[in-house]
C-alpha cells in the first residue's frame, strides 16, 4: 500500500504512533514537560500535549513565522488543507519568501506535536485553537473577526434571508444553506470584487479601517447610511446591542487572502554598528576583566570584618547599598551587579548569626588562591548560568514591595537563556564587529515575540539590555565585541548539539515506521534549520547541553586565552615624597595586604596612589611590626628611595606608639611619665571619657578600652591596647567568614532538558505500554470481547492457571499488576516459570526477565490470535 492511500490518523494519539523514535525523541526535547513524569503509553502522552499549561509553554517558545502558521490555522477551517494555510500565511499572491518557509514551519508545529495530520487535513490542536482563534474577550493578533457562520449564529432566519437577498443571492429555503451562500460570496474573489464595486466610497473607508483589526466597531440604533449599506449586505454584522463586526471572510478578501499584515518568515539580521581590530577588543575585554576581579575584591575586603546587616526580610538595605556604590566609586546599579556576581559564585553569604550580617564565605579564600584567569571563569561561568537578576533591584514585585539587592524575589528563570542567546549572536558577527544592540532586540522578538503587542518592555528585552551592559562590565565584550575569552566560553556551549544550522536548502524528509502489523503511516521530520533561518536552541536545551567535563573544558579554554592578556603583579611601588606610593599595576598578594595596612588608597585606576598619614602608620604598629620592619619592607618593595618625610613619619608614630597603655577596669590609662596624664586631664576633649586619677601614672574610666582608644587617638595620642597580664595586645584585623556556604542554585525553567539515555528508555517504556493498552485481547467467552484498555479481574486460582498454562504452551499474557507503592500498571509478559508464589517471565513492557508476586498480579488475560 502506498503512502498516498494511507488512512489518515484520526486524533492525536493515532499521528505519535505513526512515529518513529527519532521523532518522538525530538518531540519530548523540544517539550521536556511531557516526560515528567514519563506517560505510560502514547494515548496518555496525547492527553498531556493537549493541556492548556503544556499548550501555552509550547506556544511561548515559537518563534514569530511559526506563531503567525499557528495563528493562521486558528482561524482556517478545521481540518485546513495546506493549499489554504498557504493562502492564509503567503496571501493570493504567493509570496515566495513565504511559501519557502511555510514547509518547515509546519514540520516544526508537527514535531511540537501542536499540528498533526497529512498535508490535505491540517488539525490544529484543540487547546491551541481555542488559545489563538479570534473571541471577542480574546482578539486574535491577527486581528480577524468571526466567521460569518459564528457571527450569525444568533440572527433569526429573516434577517439572514433580507442580507441574502440585498447582496443579491437567490432566497434558500433554511439559514444553514443561506449561510453557507453567504459565505460562498465572501470567499469568492471576482464576485466579491463586483459586490464591493457598487460600495459608496464612505463604506469602502470604514472597511478599509476595520480590515486590519480590531475588527469590531460601535454603531447607534438608526446607523449612517454609509453603514446601513454595509448592514443590509452583511459585510458587517451585529454580534450585540449597539456593536458590529466585520466578519472573517470580508476581511481576508480585503486583505487579499493575508491572516497577518506583515508575515514575517525570516528572522531580522543582526547587523554590525562598529568594526574593531580584535586585538583591541581583545586587550579592552582584558582590562575589564582585571576591573571586574578587582572589583570584587574590593568589595569583600571592605566586608571582611563583617558586611552589611541582613533586612529582616531578606537582602540589602537602600542605605547600605548606596553605602557600598560609594566605596566601589560605582553607581548603585552596578553595586548591586558586583554583590549578586559575588554571591552566585558563593564568595558572599549571611553568616546566620543572632546579629545577622553579610560576609565572606570560606570559598572566598579558595578562590583568592587561584589564578587571576581562572577566577575571572568562574564569575562568567556563575554570569551565564545565573537566574538571579541584578537589573531588578529597586523594581517592585507583584505585592508592590521593593525588590532589595541579595533580597527574595530577583530569580528570572529566561535569565540563562536569554544571556546565552545574546552572546550568541553576538559570535555570529565578524570577529571585533560590535552590533547594532536593537537589532539584537529585533532578532530576540523574532525568535521569541512578546506577550504584549509593543513589546518594548517586556521581560526578554530588558533581559537582552542588561546583559549587554554586564557583558562589556565583566569582560565578555570588548567595545561591544565579543572577545575571544568570551567566545570560548561560547563556543563551547554552542556546539553541534544545541542547534548547529542545517546546510542551505535543508528540507524535512517522510520516511515510514511500522504503525501496526501490515500497516504504514507517513511521517514527517523536523530539519534542525528550516527555510526560515537556523533553529534556535531551546531554554532547557541550553541549561543541560553541556556535561560538568565539558563546562570545565570550556572554562579552561576561555581562562588560557585571558591569562596572557591579564597585566602581570608587581613586587614594587615608586614612594614619592609628598607621603605617596604609585602602584603602577596590580600588586603581588603579599605586597598588597601589607600596603594596604601601612597606608590608605587615595586614587584607582591605571595606577593606584596610596597616601601614607599618621593614622595608617599606627595602624601597621597596632598590627605587630615594628619602626624597623616598616622600614624594611619599604626599603625591599620601592624602586626609589625611601623618601626622607616618610621615615620620619614612621619614626615619629612609632617613638608616641605604645607610650600610654590602656587596659578594662571597665577602662584604666597608664603612663611612666605623669606629665602626659596631667596633659590628658587637663584637655577638655577629655570630658566625655570622664577620666579620674587613681595613682600619679593611672587614670580610670567607666567607659570601655575601644572607646577609650579611640578618644586618646582622636586628641592626637598614640595609646597601645594591653592585656590582663600588662602584654601590648597586637590589633590585627580578623576576617569574618561565614560557616560553609554552597552558592545559590538557578531556578530552572521548567523541567530540565532529557539527556539521550532518559529519552531512549521513556522512549521504550511510552510504546511497550502503548503496545499492551493496544494489543487486541482473546474474547472472554462467545459473547464478550474485552476491548483495549481494559483487563478483566480474575481470581487467584483463575490466573495462577492461566499462568501455569501460559509456561507450557509459551504463550503472551497481558496482566494487571500493583507494585510496592501501590502503583498500577499493565503489563505484556511471557511466563517461563510459576514457582513458590512467584512467576518469572521476559517483561516485553521492560524488555526484560523479572519476577512478579502473584498475590500483586490483578488479573490476567490471553492475548489474541493475531
Known amino acids: 500500500m502506498s503512502t498516498e492511500d494511507l488512512p489518515a490518523p484520526r486524533s492525536l494519539a493515532e499521528a505519535l504512533r505513526g512515529r518513529d523514535d527519532a521523532s518522538l525523541a525530538a518531540l519530548l526535547r523540544s517539550r521536556p514537560d511531557l516526560i515528567t513524569p514519563v506517560p505510560t503509553d502514547l494515548?496518555?502522552?496525547?492527553?498531556?500535549?493537549?493541556?492548556?499549561?503544556?499548550?501555552?509553554?509550547?506556544?511561548?517558545?515559537?518563534?514569530?513565522?511559526?506563531?503567525?502558521?499557528?495563528?493562521?490555522?486558528?482561524?482556517?477551517?478545521?481540518?485546513?488543507?495546506?493549499?489554504?494555510?498557504?493562502?492564509?500565511?503567503?496571501?493570493?499572491?504567493?509570496?515566495?519568501?513565504?511559501?519557502?518557509?511555510?514547509?518547515?514551519?509546519v514540520a516544526g508545529l508537527r514535531e511540537q506535536a501542536l499540528v498533526w495530520g497529512s498535508d490535505d487535513r491540517l488539525r490544529l490542536v484543540r487547546t491551541a485553537r481555542e488559545l489563538l482563534a479570534p473571541s471577542p474577550q480574546h482578539p486574535s493578533p491577527t486581528g480577524l473577526g468571526p466567521s460569518v457562520q459564528e457571527a450569525t449564529a444568533g440572527m433569526s432566519p429573516g434577517r439572514i434571508q433580507e442580507i441574502v437577498a440585498a447582496a443579491g443571492l437567490a432566497s434558500t429555503h433554511d439559514s444553514v444553506s443561506a449561510v453557507g451562500a453567504l459565505s460562498g460570496l465572501f470567499t469568492d474573489r471576482a464576485r466579491m470584487a463586483a459586490l464591493l464595486d457598487g460600495a459608496p466610497a464612505e463604506s469602502l473607508e470604514v472597511l478599509r479601517r476595520l480590515v486590519w483589526g480590531p475588527p469590531y466597531g460601535q454603531v447607534t440604533h438608526d446607523p449612517a447610511a454609509r453603514l446601513r449599506w454595509?448592514?443590509?449586505?452583511?459585510?458587517?454584522?451585529?454580534?450585540?446591542?449597539?456593536?458590529?463586526?466585520?466578519?472573517?471572510?470580508?476581511?481576508?478578501?480585503?486583505?487579499?487572502?493575508?491572516?497577518?499584515?506583515?508575515?514575517?518568515?525570516?528572522?531580522?539580521?543582526?547587523?554590525?554598528?562598529?568594526?574593531?581590530?580584535?586585538?583591541?577588543?581583545?586587550?579592552?575585554?582584558?582590562?575589564?576583566?582585571?576591573?571586574?576581579?578587582?572589583?570584587?575584591?574590593?568589595l569583600l575586603k571592605d566586608w571582611d570584618e563583617g558586611g552589611p546587616a541582613v533586612l529582616r526580610a531578606g537582602g540589602l538595605s537602600v542605605r547600605d547599598l548606596k553605602r557600598t556604590a560609594v566605596a566601589l566609586d560605582v553607581s548603585e546599579p552596578v553595586a548591586a551587579f558586583w554583590v549578586e556576581l559575588a554571591y552566585g559564585a558563593g564568595l558572599l553569604a549571611s553568616d546566620g548569626e543572632a546579629d545577622e550580617r553579610y560576609a565572606a564565605t570560606p570559598a572566598y579564600d579558595?578562590?583568592?588562591?587561584?589564578?587571576?584567569?581562572?577566577?575571572?571563569?568562574?564569575?562568567?561561568?556563575?554570569?551565564?548560568?545565573?537566574?538571579?537578576?541584578?537589573?531588578?533591584?529597586?523594581?517592585?514585585?507583584?505585592?508592590?514591595?521593593?525588590?532589595?539587592?541579595?533580597?527574595?524575589?530577583?530569580?528570572?528563570?529566561?535569565?540563562?537563556?536569554?544571556?546565552?542567546?545574546?552572546?550568541?549572536?553576538?559570535?555570529?558577527?565578524?570577529?571585533?564587529?560590535?552590533?547594532?544592540?536593537?537589532?539584537?532586540?529585533?532578532?530576540?522578538?523574532?525568535?521569541?515575540?512578546?506577550?504584549?503587542?509593543?513589546?518594548?518592555?517586556?521581560?526578554?528585552?530588558?533581559?537582552?539590555?542588561?546583559?549587554?551592559?554586564?557583558?562589556?562590565?565583566?569582560?565578555?565584550?570588548?567595545?561591544?565585541a565579543l572577545s575571544a575569552q568570551g567566545r570560548a566560553l561560547l563556543g563551547a556551549r554552542a556546539d553541534g548539539r544545541q542547534g548547529k544550522p542545517a546546510p542551505a536548502g535543508h528540507q524535512e524528509r517522510t520516511t515510514t515506521r511500522a504503525a501496526s502489523p501490515g500497516d504504514k503511516l507517513p511521517v514527517r521530520h523536523v530539519p534542525t534549520a528550516t527555510?526560515?533561518?537556523?533553529?534556535?536552541?531551546?531554554?532547557?536545551?541550553?541549561?543541560?547541553?553541556?556535561?560538568?567535563?565539558?563546562?570545565?573544558?570550556?572554562?579552561?579554554?576561555?581562562?588560557?586565552?585571558?591569562?596572557?592578556?591579564?597585566?602581570?603583579?608587581?613586587?614594587?611601588?615608586?614612594?614619592?615624597?609628598?607621603?605617596?606610593?604609585?602602584?603602577?599595576?596590580?600588586?603581588?598578594?603579599?605586597?598588597?595586604?601589607?600596603?594596604?595596612?601601612?597606608?590608605?588608597?587615595?586614587?584607582?585606576?591605571?595606577?593606584?596612589?596610596?597616601?601614607?598619614?599618621?593614622?595608617?602608620?599606627r595602624r601597621a604598629l597596632d598590627a605587630g611590626r615594628a619602626a624597623a620592619d616598616l622600614h624594611a619592607f619599604l626599603a625591599e618593595h620601592s624602586r626609589t628611595p625611601v623618601p626622607q618625610p616618610l621615615a620620619?613619619?614612621?619614626?615619629?608614630?612609632?617613638?608616641?606608639?605604645?607610650?600610654?597603655r590602656v587596659g578594662a577596669a571597665s577602662a584604666y590609662v597608664r603612663c611612666d611619665d605623669d606629665s602626659v596624664l596631667n596633659e590628658i586631664l587637663a584637655d577638655k576633649r577629655?570630658?566625655?571619657?570622664?577620666?579620674?586619677?587613681?595613682?600619679?601614672?593611672?587614670?580610670?574610666?567607666?567607659?570601655?578600652?575601644?572607646?577609650?582608644?579611640?578618644?586618646?587617638?582622636?586628641?592626637?595620642f598614640a595609646p597601645a591596647a594591653e592585656s590582663a597580664e600588662g602584654d601590648v595586645l597586637i590589633t590585627r584585623a580578623l576576617a569574618h567568614r561565614t560557616p560553609p556556604r554552597t552558592a545559590p542554585a538557578p531556578v530552572p525553567d521548567g523541567p530540565p532538558a532529557p539527556d539521550g539515555t532518559l529519552l531512549t528508555a521513556a522512549i521504550r517504556a511510552i510504546r511497550a505500554g502503548d503496545l499492551a493498552a493496544t494489543t487486541p485481547l482473546k474474547p472472554a467467552d462467545d459473547a464478550t470481547a474485552l476491548?483495549?484498555?481494559?483487563?478483566?479481574?480474575?481470581?487467584?486460582?483463575?490466573?495462577?492457571?492461566?499462568?501455569?498454562?501460559?509456561?507450557?504452551?509459551?504463550?503472551?499474557?497481558?496482566?494487571?499488576?500493583?507494585?510496592?507503592?501501590?502503583?498500577?500498571?499493565?503489563?505484556?509478559?511471557?511466563?517461563?516459570?510459576?514457582?513458590?508464589g512467584f512467576v518469572t517471565a521476559y517483561d516485553h513492557t521492560a524488555d526484560e526477565v523479572r519476577t512478579y508476586p502473584l498475590h500483586r498480579i490483578t488479573g490476567v488475560a490471553e492475548l489474541a490470535e493475531e
Not at 598578594?589 to 601589607?594: E, G, H, V, Y
Not at 566625655?688 to 586628641?715: C, E, K
Request: hydrophobic fraction near 45%.
Open 686 to 716: 577629655a570630658a566625655g571619657l570622664r577620666l579620674r586619677r587613681l595613682a600619679p601614672t593611672v587614670l580610670a574610666t567607666q567607659a570601655d578600652p575601644t572607646t577609650l582608644l579611640d578618644g586618646l587617638r582622636a586628641m592626637g
Open 43 to 105: 494515548t496518555q502522552l496525547a492527553t498531556r500535549a493537549g493541556t492548556r499549561a503544556s499548550v501555552v509553554r509550547a506556544l511561548e517558545r515559537l518563534d514569530r513565522f511559526a506563531l503567525q502558521t499557528a495563528e493562521a490555522l486558528a482561524v482556517a477551517g478545521e481540518p485546513a488543507t495546506y493549499d489554504e494555510l498557504l493562502g492564509l500565511t503567503a496571501g493570493d499572491g504567493r509570496d515566495p519568501d513565504v511559501a519557502a518557509a511555510l514547509p518547515g514551519a
Open 366 to 480: 579558595e578562590w583568592l588562591e587561584r589564578p587571576a584567569a581562572a577566577r575571572w571563569a568562574q564569575l562568567a561561568e556563575t554570569w551565564l548560568a545565573a537566574t538571579r537578576t541584578s537589573g531588578l533591584v529597586g523594581g517592585r514585585d507583584l505585592k508592590e514591595r521593593t525588590l532589595s539587592a541579595l533580597g527574595p524575589g530577583l530569580d528570572r528563570s529566561a535569565a540563562p537563556e536569554v544571556r546565552h542567546r545574546v552572546l550568541a549572536l553576538l559570535a555570529t558577527l565578524p570577529e571585533g564587529a560590535a552590533p547594532d544592540a536593537e537589532s539584537v532586540l529585533a532578532r530576540l522578538r523574532w525568535e521569541r515575540p512578546p506577550r504584549s503587542p509593543q513589546g518594548e518592555d517586556d521581560l526578554r528585552t530588558r533581559l537582552a539590555r542588561w546583559t549587554l551592559t554586564e557583558a562589556e562590565m565583566l569582560g565578555m565584550t570588548g567595545r561591544g
Open 787 to 836: 476491548a483495549p484498555g481494559e483487563l478483566p479481574r480474575t481470581s487467584s486460582a483463575e490466573t495462577l492457571a492461566t499462568v501455569q498454562a501460559a509456561v507450557l504452551t509459551g504463550e503472551a499474557l497481558w496482566i494487571g499488576y500493583v507494585n510496592a507503592e501501590g502503583a498500577a500498571s499493565q503489563r505484556v509478559i511471557a511466563p517461563v516459570r510459576v514457582e513458590g
Open 648 to 660: 620620619y613619619l614612621i619614626d615619629d608614630v612609632a617613638r608616641r606608639h605604645g607610650h600610654l
Open 230 to 298: 454595509l448592514l443590509d449586505r452583511g459585510l458587517l454584522l451585529p454580534t450585540a446591542p449597539g456593536t458590529v463586526v466585520l466578519p472573517r471572510e470580508v476581511a481576508l478578501h480585503l486583505r487579499a487572502g493575508r491572516a497577518h499584515r506583515t508575515p514575517e518568515p525570516a528572522p531580522p539580521a543582526v547587523e554590525p554598528a562598529a568594526v574593531h581590530a580584535p586585538q583591541v577588543v581583545d586587550a579592552t575585554a582584558a582590562g575589564q576583566a582585571y576591573t571586574a576581579l578587582a572589583t570584587v575584591e574590593e
Open 531 to 617: 527555510a526560515a533561518g537556523p533553529a534556535h536552541p531551546s531554554p532547557t536545551a541550553l541549561a543541560s547541553a553541556l556535561s560538568p567535563t565539558e563546562k570545565a573544558v570550556a572554562s579552561a579554554a576561555a581562562a588560557r586565552l585571558l591569562a596572557p592578556l591579564l597585566p602581570e603583579p608587581l613586587d614594587h611601588v615608586l614612594l614619592q615624597a609628598d607621603l605617596t606610593a604609585v602602584a603602577p599595576g596590580p600588586l603581588r598578594r603579599p605586597l598588597a595586604d601589607m600596603l594596604g595596612v601601612l597606608a590608605d588608597v587615595e586614587s584607582k585606576g591605571g595606577a593606584t596612589v596610596y597616601r601614607f598619614t599618621p593614622a595608617s602608620v
